[in-house]
Nanobody, 126 residues
Framework: QAQLVESGGGWVQSGGSLKLSCTASARTSAWAMGWFRQAPGKEREFVAGLSMSGRNTDYLDSVKGRFTISRDNAKNTLYLLMNSLKPEDTAVYYC????????????????????WGQGTQVTVSS
């Protein structure tokens, strides 16, 4: 069973940057992985995803050009580099893994992922 642990969240002013990390208990090279976020009173939404092969990515429209998802398989770690942060990016950010399926598909739905981390809070002040 996969275990995922996020870190790197915190408080930052608008326009600032943060880099989230998600360390896995097993080989991330065998999984598709993604980042989701949930703001108070809102549904959990897809932010960024990486296919199992690592060749395909996808992003929420509002973060394109600002956020970058990447993976270091040697460290079994997934990253989310967040630049030009805005107050509307404030949320709890969750790492997710999908341990089945095609190597090229980037999952954008919560239901496609079968393992989740506990979340890390990101707060962006104006």
């Amino acid at each position: 069973q996969a275990q995922l642990v996020e870190s790197g969240g915190g408080w930052v002013q608008s326009g600032g940057s943060l880099k989230l990390s998600c360390t896995a208990s097993a080989r991330t090279s065998a999984w598709a992985m993604g980042w989701f976020r949930q703001a108070p009173g809102k549904e959990r939404e897809f932010v960024a995803g990486l296919s199992m092969s690592g060749r395909n990515t996808d992003y929420l429209d509002s973060v394109k050009g600002r956020f970058t998802i990447s993976r270091d398989n040697a460290k079994n770690t997934l990253y989310l580099l967040m630049n030009s942060l805005k107050p509307e990016d404030t949320a709890v950010y969750y790492c997710a893994a999908r341990t089945y399926g095609s190597s090229w598909n980037v999952g954008i739905s919560r239901t496609e992922y079968n393992f989740w981390g506990q979340g890390t809070q990101v707060t962006v002040s104006s």
